[in-house]
């Protein structure tokens, strides 16, 4: 896949739908609440970086033709009480979907993914994949809902989750090279929330680190 | 360079003592070594050096680099000159190792370096260890194999030029042919800057045949019970960490 992507505002409603064989590479940027709806045709396949700031937001995927496949990194920064819910659908055999949730929740407020994938009977050589992770920084809420609803028994099904701080034992490390604790959480972020892909500008912008000199 | 005096630290979580009275000092150029069996304290006498904050220090002093430990921060004593190869360096996923060396350099030195110019001025380190270039490119010991996270440590300590060194059982997780190739380099590495100071941490005396230590400490139960040269850490190997009527005699001298 050319894995240059577009950049397209990810604020409110927006709907992509990915013709039969058709590939794409597609970066969200969003400051606003949105509402995503993707519809892939068979054998298609769209990777998805989104990056979220203090919003909330529903995806909602449709995997529905066969060999159909999505990758979805979504990285969002939270300072207000949001929610994400995700739900994915596998109309089709051998369709495959990959999640990759990351949050960063800066202040004490509430941050929760839910997320449910949907396997029907039927549906065989189905991939479904999702890792979901939030960080605390503060003593905020952070809440994760994973669930798999599978009703096929020929499908690999994977899930896990993360909510808590950075290690200290990482941060301490770090330390011992003489780096402090905003270089540290400069560099933990932005491997956390796959920042590398953004310029220096959006860096500073979603995640309000300090620009390099 | 380092001197500690009388010291004793307890774990913050639960208050249990792990050094008690414990004195040493190391002056510029010397290599000591500590031996010691499990749970004598020696992992966590480098990680109050370093101040690690799961550790206390109660009673006692300590000085590095002529500054009392108790007014310095982790990363200051780092930036003064002192390193720590650690016995198990941590996997940092999303951190790549060039982002986070090439960061560290820049505290050292205050001049950002590219990345080009970062991965032709360390090649020949990673020849020197065996290290695919690649590994700059990861994620920090990602992938890694015991022995490469080691290698990785001494990567570090060459861009970094340490005035003290600490080794944490630098020893385990290296194979015989490792190990003999990391030891050179860092053989290379005193002769290069002979007023660097080490204190080198471990079990066994292997390590020991490899870089000569001008003095060797027995630790036991937070505290050094016999100090010699290399002839006590044959002894030891040979005898265990027994502690008998004869050194407990020379502890008290």
């Known amino acids: 896949m050319n894995k240059i992507k577009r950049k397209e505002k990810g604020n409110g409603i927006k709907k992509i739908h990915l013709k039969e064989r058709q590939k794409d590479c597609i970066q969200l940027l969003n400051e606003e609440n949105f509402q995503i709806e993707i519809e892939l045709e068979k054998e298609s396949l769209l990777e998805i970086s989104q990056y979220s700031k203090n919003a909330s937001g529903r995806?909602?995927?449709?995997?529905?033709?066969?060999?159909?496949?999505?990758?979805?990194?979504?990285?969002?920064?939270n300072?207000?009480?949001?929610?994400?819910?995700?739900?994915?659908?596998?109309?089709?055999?051998?369709?495959?979907?990959?999640?990759?949730?990351?949050?960063?929740?800066?202040?004490?407020?509430?941050?929760?993914?839910?997320?449910?994938?949907?396997?029907?009977?039927?549906?065989?050589?189905?991939?479904?994949?999702?890792?979901?992770?939030?960080?605390?920084?503060?003593?905020?809420?952070?809440?994760?809902?994973?669930?798999?609803?599978?009703?096929?028994?020929?499908?690999?099904?994977?899930?896990?989750?993360?909510?808590?701080?950075?290690e200290e034992t990482s941060k301490f490390?770090?330390?011992?090279?003489?780096?402090?604790?905003?270089?540290?959480?400069?560099?933990?972020?932005?491997?956390?929330?796959?920042?590398?892909?953004?310029?220096?500008?959006?860096?500073?912008?979603?995640?309000?680190?300090?620009?390099?000199? | 360079m380092l001197e500690m005096k009388h010291v004793t630290v307890e774990t913050v979580d639960i208050k249990k003592p792990i050094l008690k009275d414990f004195s040493l000092s190391i002056q510029e150029g010397e290599i000591h070594a500590i031996m010691g069996p499990n749970g004598a304290g020696k992992s966590t006498l480098s990680k109050v050096i370093f101040k690690n904050p799961n550790y206390e220090i109660k009673q006692g002093e300590i000085t590095l680099f002529d500054q009392d430990l108790k007014a310095l921060q982790t990363e200051q004593i780092a930036r003064m000159g002192a390193f720590l190869v650690l016995q198990d360096?941590?996997?940092?996923?999303?951190?790549?190792?060039?982002?986070?060396?090439?960061?560290?350099?820049?505290?050292?030195?205050?001049?950002?370096?590219?990345l080009y110019s970062f991965v032709k001025e360390i090649e020949k380190d990673c020849q020197k260890l065996s290290l695919k270039e690649e590994l700059l490119h990861q994620s920090i010991n990602q992938g890694l194999s015991g022995g490469?996270?080691?290698?990785?440590?001494?990567?570090?300590?060459?861009?970094?030029?340490?005035?003290?060194?600490?080794?944490?059982?630098?020893?385990?997780?290296?194979?015989?042919?490792?190990?003999?190739?990391?030891?050179?380099?860092?053989?290379?590495?005193?002769?290069?800057?002979?007023?660097?100071?080490?204190?080198?941490?471990?079990?066994?005396?292997?390590?020991?045949?490899?870089?000569?230590?001008?003095f060797v400490h027995k630790m036991v139960d937070g505290k050094i019970v016999q100090t010699g040269t290399i002839h006590l850490a044959k002894e030891i190997?040979?005898?265990?960490?027994?502690?008998?009527?004869?050194?407990?005699?020379q502890s008290h001298e």
């Open chain 1, 173 to 213: 490390y770090l330390k011992t090279r003489g780096l402090e604790e905003d270089q540290i959480n400069h560099l933990l972020l932005e491997g956390f929330l796959e920042g590398k892909e953004l310029t220096e500008e959006e860096k500073f912008h979603f995640f309000q680190k300090r620009k390099e000199g």
């Open chain 2, 89 to 114: 360096p941590p996997v940092i996923e999303g951190v790549s190792t060039s982002d986070f060396m090439r960061e560290a350099l820049y505290e050292k030195t205050k001049e950002r370096v590219n």
């Open chain 1, 59 to 77: 995806i909602q995927i449709y995997l529905k033709g066969e060999d159909s496949k999505i990758e979805y990194h979504y990285n969002t920064v």
């Open chain 2, 148 to 214: 490469e996270r080691k290698k990785n440590e001494l990567l570090q300590l060459l861009l970094l030029k340490p005035k003290l060194i600490v080794l944490d059982e630098l020893d385990s997780g290296l194979d015989v042919d490792s190990l003999k190739q990391v030891c050179k380099v860092f053989n290379d590495y005193l002769k290069e800057y002979p007023s660097t100071s080490v204190l080198i941490i471990t079990h066994y005396s292997r390590i020991l045949e490899y870089i000569h230590p001008d």
């Open chain 2, 237 to 249: 190997e040979k005898e265990g960490y027994q502690i008998n009527e004869h050194t407990k005699e």
């Open chain 1, 79 to 166: 300072q207000t009480e949001n929610k994400l819910k995700v739900e994915v659908f596998h109309e089709s055999p051998k369709t495959e979907s990959r999640l990759f949730l990351h949050g960063w929740n800066q202040e004490e407020q509430a941050l929760s993914f839910l997320v449910n994938v949907y396997i029907p009977k039927g549906m065989h050589g189905s991939v479904a994949q999702q890792e979901n992770r939030i960080y605390n920084e503060k003593k905020g809420k952070a809440l994760i809902e994973p669930t798999l609803f599978i009703d096929e028994f020929d499908v690999e099904a994977s899930h896990s989750s993360f909510t808590g701080p950075f």
